[in-house]
């Protein structure tokens, strides 16, 4: 049985950064392409970032860009979402996800598809709590 777990959310102000750690255990890590999502209160979980089996193909939605990090240790079955500059607009339970459809690493344009709505991650983590304030 597949399990995700994630660490390191909390309460911070405008500016501060934090790292967000995702463990996956119970599957073969090194073949599942990752996705970082989040949800803020009465609104819909939008994707944030993505990542490949290799790490070699990053891919964020537009919001994040420059600011936010993802990043993967095989090693260790973990993926990271570094957040720096954060902003109260970043506030939201932040879900890891994981995709093991693919039969190979997945390309930057075949990790994009994970950012359109709807897109069905296979496993699920249970959220971290960001909160930003102002």
């Known amino acids: 049985q597949v399990q995700l777990a994630e660490f390191g959310g909390g309460l911070v102000q405008a500016g501060a950064s934090l790292r967000l750690s995702c463990v996956v255990s119970?599957?073969?890590?090194?073949?599942?392409?990752m996705g970082w999502f989040r949800q803020a209160p009465g609104k819909e979980r939008e994707f944030v970032a993505a990542?490949?089996?290799?790490?070699?193909?990053?891919y964020y939605t537009d919001s994040v860009k420059g600011r936010f990090t993802i990043s993967r240790d095989n090693a260790k079955s973990t993926v990271y979402l570094q957040m720096n500059s954060l902003k109260p607009e970043d506030t939201a339970e932040y879900y890891c996800?994981?995709?093991?459809?693919?039969?190979?690493?997945?390309?930057?344009?075949?990790?994009?598809?994970?950012?359109?709505?709807?897109?069905?991650?296979?496993?699920w983590g249970k959220g971290t709590l960001v909160t930003v304030s102002s």
């Open positions: 119970g599957g073969t890590f090194s073949t599942y392409a």
């Open positions: 990542i490949s089996w290799s790490g070699d193909n990053l």
């Open positions: 996800g994981a995709d093991d459809s693919w039969r190979r690493d997945p390309s930057l344009e075949e990790i994009a598809t994970m950012a359109l709505p709807g897109y069905g991650m296979d496993y």
